[in-house]
């Protein structure tokens, strides 16, 4: 029966390049053969680009590496149906709006993007959408296979022992507190904003199209270029007030004006699927007024004051009057952005925001700044107050410092290791065939080395 299914796949593979060759019916060429999965060419060039259109350079050999992305994606996808392992329609979709949006947004549109693609967004996405699919399976897959490894101290110590001279030396860390406030319209200067969008909504129902007055008026960056569309989400996906309203609508009805942490709304709902609804909106952002940050200031000086004075922890204060929702709860300490998954508050100093860094360069361990105006990153204008829990000095890793980090970096370790090993069982016993057009990439030679010897 394997022997069957063998010559059966060559055969199909044969059958499907005899198709592609010049002076005849041209349908498309396959790349390689992963088992009972084909790849096409075709397939190949829509990641590359996709790849371009990131802002990346042109350079041919990048397909080498997206074939070797989709070689192993092919093998996990193999695996996955023999383990009932899937993903829903409505994930699949979000992640084709997503990526469809940025590559609008890149593009400056989507007439830009359509010229560029010589073809419509709408069969961009049909094409799309099979990769993508396969892509997430394989990422669910990935998962499956190693959600289950832990290491345990003495394993940490081993791994730590096998890096001998090859030991890290890590950078100053830090461990930084922050109190954000933002500042607080009025309602009266809130009207303003919310008279905006509410004549917004007036034309509409007056018959002026959606999406148009969303490219030319919302100010959500994310998807005022798409007409304001959102693509389908779930109820855990948007803020409650946003929520709210998708939900109960029918489709093509519009909201009345509503406000969130963002700002103002109006949404029109095009389709309802099971728990998920397709929509776009419009947003109208209330800008901070001079008044604002004036009743702000004096606000904030408050806060600093209770603080010196012992009146309040910092930790306290920051679960009292914090704006910032990703700190305010961990005692207003900052987490390390590039491994949040550890929770670790400790950062290397070149990882900084450098407005943060020039405030704690001179201060004292367990000292607090006080209150200096700063932009955030959306813009917006506030307050903050920055305390310094603690510094440690440039060193080479040690268990007893350590410790987490190189917990991590073991654990990272085993998790390689299975998947190698796991790949490699894989490719031994999968029918694997790459055609000829990729015989100089040096990421294929331990798939191509593998072909050779199944036959």
């Not at 979709?93 to 007439?111: F, I, L, P, T, Y």
């Not at 932009?375 to 204008?381: H, L, R, V, Y």
């Amino acid at each position: 029966m394997k022997k069957f299914f063998l010559v059966a796949t060559a055969l199909i593979c044969l059958f499907l390049n005899s198709y592609a060759q010049p002076g005849k019916h041209n349908i498309d060429k396959v790349a390689a053969v992963v088992g009972n999965n084909i790849i096409l060419l075709s397939d190949l060039n829509q990641e590359y680009t996709q790849y371009l259109y990131q802002g990346n350079p042109p350079n041919e050999s990048i397909k080498c590496r997206i074939l070797q992305n989709t070689l192993t994606q092919k093998l996990l996808k193999q695996q996955a149906e023999i383990d009932s392992v899937m993903v829903e329609d409505g994930q699949v979709d979000d992640e084709v709006d997503k990526r469809m949006r940025s590559m609008m947004q890149r593009a400056g549109g989507q007439e830009r993007l359509e010229q560029f693609l010589n073809k419509s967004v709408l069969q961009y996405k049909d094409e799309m959408r099979p990769t993508i699919k396969d892509g997430l399976i394989a990422q669910k897959m990935q998962a499956k296979i190693t959600e289950n490894i832990n290491v345990t101290p003495m394993e940490v110590e081993k791994y730590f022992k096998s890096l001998g001279d090859s030991i890290p030396e890590f950078n100053t860390e830090v461990e930084v507190g922050e109190i954000i406030l933002d500042p607080k319209l009025s309602r009266a200067e809130k009207q303003r904003f919310r008279d905006k969008i509410e004549a917004l909504r007036l034309r509409i129902k007056g018959g002026d199209d959606f999406g148009v007055l969303a490219k030319t008026y919302s100010e959500d960056p994310g998807s005022s270029a798409d007409g304001g569309d959102l693509g389908f989400f779930d109820r855990s996906m948007m803020a409650k007030e946003f929520t709210a309203w998708a939900f109960k609508l029918k489709a093509g009805e519009i909201s009345p004006v509503f406000e969130t942490e963002f700002g103002f709304h109006i949404l029109q709902v095009i389709e309802r699927r099971g728990e998920q609804v397709h929509a776009r909106h419009i947003l109208i952002r209330p800008v901070t007024t001079p008044e604002s940050l004036t009743r702000l200031k004096l606000h904030a000086d408050s806060v600093y004051n209770k603080v010196i004075a012992n009146k309040l922890s910092f930790a306290a204060a920051a679960n009292i009057y914090s704006d910032n929702k990703e700190s305010k709860y961990n005692g207003g300490m900052m987490l390390n952005a590039e491994n949040v998954q550890a929770r670790t508050t400790f950062i290397p100093i070149d990882k900084l925001d450098p407005s943060v860094f020039l405030v704690i360069d001179t201060m004292k361990i367990g000292g607090i700044s006080k209150p200096d105006l700063y932009t955030a990153a959306d813009g917006k204008q506030g307050y903050r107050l920055l305390y310094l829990k603690s510094k440690i000095p440039p060193h080479k890793a040690n268990m007893a410092q350590d410790f987490p980090k190189i917990r991590d970096a073991a654990q990272s370790d085993k998790i390689n290791r299975t998947l190698s090993e796991w790949f490699e069982k894989r490719r031994e016993s999968t029918y694997i065939k790459i055609d000829d057009e990729f015989n100089t990439c040096d990421e294929l030679k331990i798939w191509t080395k593998t072909a050779t010897a199944a036959k």
